[in-house]
Nanobody
Framework: QVQLVESGGGSVQAGGSLRLSCAAS????????MGWFRQAPGKEREGVAT????????TYADSVRGRFTISRDNAKNIVYLQMNSLKPEDTAMYYC????????????????WGQGTQVTVSS
């Protein structure tokens, strides 16, 4: 059993910042690639960022590169997404996910998902 619980979402004005957290339990967390995904109403779920098990390599969607930073604390079983310079188009439900397969931005590779946390960015 794998449990992922996101927190840190909320409402913020454009240009502001939020930090999302994902707490993991029920798995050997340090062996997993972790990812953040988002889905806006009427749109497909898209990959935002990934980080490999040792935290040494990260990937980002073009739309967030330079603004968002993914990191992980394996001692605490937590992965973070620092979101800066937020834009209204960042508004979405954000999901944390874990995989032992391919560490990539495609949702199809991920087996374990959290329930999501809402991020709303106003103009």
């Amino acid at each position: 059993q794998v449990q992922l619980v996101e927190s840190g979402g909320g409402s913020v004005q454009a240009g502001g910042s939020l930090r999302l957290s994902c707490a993991a339990s029920g798995l050997v967390y340090s062996n997993y690639c972790m990812g953040w995904f988002r889905q806006a109403p009427g749109k497909e779920r898209e990959g935002v960022a990934t980080i490999i098990s040792d935290g040494g390599v990260t990937t980002y969607a073009d739309s967030v590169r330079g603004r968002f930073t993914i990191s992980r604390d394996n001692a605490k079983n937590i992965v973070y997404l620092q979101m800066n310079s937020l834009k209204p188009e960042d508004t979405a439900m954000y999901y944390c996910a874990a995989t032992l397969r391919i560490c990539a931005l495609g949702p199809m590779w991920y087996d374990n998902w959290g329930q999501g946390t809402q991020v709303t960015v106003s103009s």
